[in-house]
């Protein structure tokens, strides 16, 4: 059974930085494609970034050069590092393998 639980999640003020952890069971994270999504409040789920089995990475224009996405595989999880932050990123972030999906955890970027 696989398993996704994200944290990390929570209020920011413009330009600052959050980590978002996902903790993966039941399969390997250096063997499956890992991606984090958001969903903003009335839009659809988007691709923020995405990592391959060999590592291979590849992140939405938006995010290029903010946000920065690894795995760990000696804990099995996966983090999306997110630097810079603005209003705009405020959205659910959801992590991603295959046809499993996490339950979210919020992101808020306010002053």
Known sequence: QVELVESGGGLVQ???????????SGISVNLATMGWY???P???????????????TNYDPS????????????????SLQ???????????YYCNAGPWWGKGTPVTVSS
């Open 82 to 92: 997110m630097d810079n932050l603005n209003p705009e990123d405020t959205a659910v």
């Open 42 to 56: 009335g839009q659809q789920r988007e691709l923020v970034a995405r990592m391959n089995g060999v590592g291979g």
């Open 14 to 24: 413009p330009g600052g930085s959050l980590t978002l952890s996902c903790a993966v």
């Open 38 to 40: 958001r969903q903003a």
């Open 63 to 78: 995010v290029e050069g903010r946000f920065t996405i690894s795995r760990d595989s000696a804990v099995n999880t996966v």
